[in-house]
């Protein structure tokens, strides 16, 4: 935007945003106003960014230059993110470079599951002890997560569980032994999930379905996503409805709106439809009955609806 | 289960029925007056936002987002906003956030208000309905100012508001707020320490805090079961990690931990925090700033999943969004916290009295709307 | 104008007529339809009464006359004439698998029991329609038939919600009349009868001399049989039998038009009456309140007509202000409350008159 424009129009514009509209609008040439307003609404949306571009010096936003070293970068990012663990995002949402910031805000997420541990490494004494290699900080980074945790303690209880490799986001779990996995979560004393947030359907591609579930742990304040999938042709999950007492509704709805299975539910049936409607309404490739009783389901509205 | 006892009678309360709050219909099987078990029977205000919303563009979603609780709009528009702005990393300006607090907290007051009065209808106290529900005006006349409707707001956008305040909102803020203090006081005078109201409401429905964190109830249900979780304080979103505020907790006044005169004032003093809230965000708000800053031209997240929650006045509101890349949602689920609310209720009312099953719906405060989506 | 006043008159007017029957039928027509246009127009005054009374209390103003056209008449007065039109005019529904004959029989019934209280109440020294020498007894006695008429109403609507509200309503009645009639057996000690105008009799002399005022237990029995009154009547905080958000509305759920107009009717005749018995045997009746002067028997009618106003206003002004009791609470209340207190009254009135004279 700097370029090509005179420093005429550019003081004009910094002038306005200071709230001076005068000089604008004294302007004779109307070619001229009119390419000076249109950079004032420009620059509007991002004033401070205008003003750094084209004053030429960064006050105010001297503490994140570009980042020159990976190590600075690191330390950088790491300082950050410590300041967001105490609640200060505001120096966070001041950083200007997108791609700096995006980092920042993406190590945040991944630390905020496990704060104290983050603290531990990336205080500033604990930086310094630490090799310097970026590669090795992320991944102290990564081992702290608490689905890593969850991956590494049930390698010995549960071989072959956890299916997915990246576990940064979510666990893949067999469900042949979900039910197990369930209980084993819910009790064991580093984990204590005992409260499940959400759980729903997904229809992947009218090939698989998936159910996720958000679990939560009330006391030890961490929280994780269990995914398990099936094929459509044959969709059964085990229940948790013993484990979790909401889940015997959430897996009525699931199985209400998805047409999944859930074994050994108490009491399996439609809880949001009528007991005799047909068909599962969420999956991708759904198309609504013909009538109900009777009553003529229309399929596109009619003039006066 | 299967077998019927010569003396039971079964019994449907709804789904027109002037207690339940909506249309909902439970299956009761009494043994003279007192009840055994009860099913809830839901779904008769299902209208299909989930699957709408898998044809509607990201903005368009927010009005039906407002439909689903109607009672609480603007925190259930709080609650998307904040989900799609985490997912698109879209920061707004601090006027904004300080808006978007006054609104939800301001909400928050009303849906207690028409919650407590309803309750109190319930049990027979016709009265302080009706106060409630004058004071209630009030508010709904603040959000009319600023958006131009009563129930249905559509004004929390992603990545601003709909309207700025308009002139002369902040003064009649105070204004209400001023005259709203000592009604609540008048309020508990009327009803909350009543002898009569305490014999139908302390003791009954005790809900333990393992049988409410395994069902997942939570808002004021959890915390009047002495638990102190709430989102505001535990897991800040928006600005409230600014604020000063209490969390009140149940401590079994005059009955047990639990119960439904706790779960009623739990509420009532919830009403004075949020007061506190909106007069602390009044007066640190920025004078300057445009809400339409920071819209987005186009929304078209990244490909992913984010599982969000808010507080809004019935408890956790999740927000489960899944894109594919485009601009229309590949998935949308809302976990709402009237669903699970209203599963506790076999639990905890079976084996009292039909009243008593009444007193503990009304407790609870559900919103069907929010239940079948 | 007693019954046998009017008889006697009428056979002094024409001494030549020797057969006496026509004349006895007619000086008992006249009264009971005195009462019946009685009971009329006090309904529609308390019906207007309990709305405007409400209004103030919810902050609200009810009904009013303002605007185009004084649609409900000066602030609001022709309501309950609408009211009774609109009721009038309702379509008469009998569910088909209702017992029939009870159905129909039930608001009938629950009428005629308000309706033969009226018979015993003394407006005035003179005016009593029978001045039964055992009025507060036979009072209490036909108060009784409500029971039977609400337990037709529920069981015959053929429905789970009036089964409920039926029952309830016949143990809450059948409880609450032993502590009433235990308040009552004080206030008969005293005066010596169960006359009802020689109890106000008793009375005479202003206001020091009404029984309330005559020992500290008096206040104690007012109470308890003002309360006990209450739940006779159905009203709130003990009208759990109609209850509208819990039961829909009870054993009226399925009663519309006229009959559901029977059903209110009788309930503010019961009102009536219950004040009317409270007003004689604790507050004097239709003495003045200051002896000697403004006693003329206009004025009896005045005293007798405000005092009762004063009660069913506070009837009224309860059931806006507190919430209902549960069915047990209720039954707790009257049991082991009510009763052990009017057993007490009992001894203690009768040890301090002993001693105090």
Known sequence: MSSGLDNKIIELVLSALDGNMDSINALEDRVVRSKAKAALFKAKKDPDKFRAENTGDRSGADEVKETVTSDDSQKLIANFVLKGLDGDMDSINAIEDRVTRSKVKAALVKAKKSPDEYKKIHSPKAVSNVASSSSEVKEVVREESINLKIKNLSVAKFPGSVLNENVDDFLMINPSIWYDFAIWLKTDSNLLFDSLQCQTGFDIDGKILEARYNLHSMSKKHYTEVRIQVPIENPKIPSVESVWRIADWFERETYDMFGIEFSNHRDLRRILLPED????????????????????????????? | MGIIRGEEMVLNIGPQHPATHG??????????????????????????????????????????????????????????????????????????????????????????????????????????????????????????????????????????????????????????LDYFEPKIDEFVNLLVHNKIFVERTADIGVMPQDVAISYGVTGPNLRASGLKWDLR???????????????????????????????????????????????????SMPKDGDVHQSLPKKIKPPIGS?????????????????????????????????????????????????????AILGSLDIVLGEIDR | MTVDFLFDSLVSLFPSWENTDPFLVISMLIPLVATFGFITVYALVVIYAELKVSSFIQ?????????????????????????????????????????????????????????????????????????????????????????????LAGWSSNNKWSLYG??????????????????????????????????????????????????????????????????????????????????????????????????????YANMFVVSVVAVTGFLGGWQSPFSGSLDSPLMGVFWMLSKTAFLIFIMIWIRWTVPRLRVDQLMHLCWKVFLPIGLFNIFAVAIWTVLFG
């Open chain 1, 277 to 305: 409607w047909e068909g599962w309404p969420l999956r991708k490739n759904y198309e609504v009955q013909e009538t109900y009783h009777g009553i003529v389901i229309p399929k596109m509205k009619e003039g006066w609806e």
């Open chain 2, 23 to 176: 249309v909902l219909r439970l299956q009761v099987r009494t043994d003279g007056e007192i009840v055994s078990s009860i099913t809830p029977y839901i779904g008769y205000l299902h209208r299909c936002f989930e699957k709408h919303c898998e044809s509607v563009t990201y903005e368009q979603v927010i009005p039906f987002t407002d439909r689903c609780d109607y009672l609480a709009s603007m925190t259930m528009n709080f609650g998307y906003v904040v989900a799609m702005e985490e997912m698109l990393e879209i920061k707004v300006n601090d006027r904004v956030q300080h808006i978007r607090v006054v609104m939800a907290e301001l909400q928050r007051i009303a849906s207690h208000l028409l919650g407590l009065g309803a309750f109190g209808l319930d049990i027979g106290a016709f009265t302080p309905f009706l106060h409630m529900l004058r004071d209630r005006e009030r508010i709904l006349d603040l959000f009319e100012m600023t958006c131009g409707a009563r129930l249905l707001y559509n004004y929390m956008w992603i990545g601003g508001l709909s309207h700025d305040l308009p002139v002369g909102f902040v003064e009649s803020t105070y204004k209400f």
């Open chain 2, 233 to 283: 304080r535990d897991d800040p979103y928006s600005i409230y990690n600014k604020f000063e505020f209490e969390v009140p907790v149940g401590e079994g006044g005059k009955g047990s931990v639990g119960d439904c005169w706790d779960r009623f004032y739990v509420r009532v003093l919830e009403m004075k925090e949020s007061i506190k809230i909106v007069r602390q965000a009044l007066a």
């Open chain 2, 306 to 358: 984010i599982y969000k929650r808010t507080e809004s006045p019935r408890g956790d509101l999740g927000y489960y969004i899944e894109s594919d890349g485009s601009n229309i949602p590949y998935r949308l689920k809302m976990r709402s916290p009237a669903f699970t609310a209203l599963s506790v209720i076999d639990e905890i009312a079976a084996g009292w009295l039909l009243s008593d099953v009444l």
């Open chain 3, 59 to 151: 902050d609200k103003v009810g009904p009013m006359g303002q605007g185009v056209g004084l649609h409900a008449g000066k602030w609001g007065l022709l309501q309950p004439i609408a009211d009774a039109l609109k009721l009038l005019s309702k379509e008469d529904i009998i569910p088909s698998s209702a017992n029939k004959l009870l159905f129909i029989l039930a608001p009938f019934m629950i009428f005629v029991g308000a309706f033969i209280s009226f018979i015993a109440l003394p407006f005035n020294g003179s005016i009593i329609v029978s001045d039964l020498n055992i009025g507060i007894f036979y009072i209490l006695g036909v108060g009784s038939l409500a029971v039977i008429a609400l337990i």
């Open chain 3, 166 to 267: 039926g029952m309830r309503s016949a143990a809450q009645i059948i409880s609450y009349e032993i502590p009433a009639g235990l308040s009552l057996i004080v206030v008969i000690m005293l005066a010596g009868s169960l006359n009802m105008q020689e109890i106000i009799i008793y009375q005479q002399g202003g206001i020091s001399n009404w029984i309330i005022f005559d020992n500290p237990f008096m206040p104690i029995a007012f109470v308890v049989y003002f309360i006990s009154a209450l739940a006779e009547t159905n009203r709130t905080p003990f009208d759990l039998p109609e209850s509208e958000s819990e039961l829909v509305a009870g054993f009226v759920t399925e009663y519309s038009g006229m009959r559901y107009a029977f059903f209110f009717l009788s309930e």
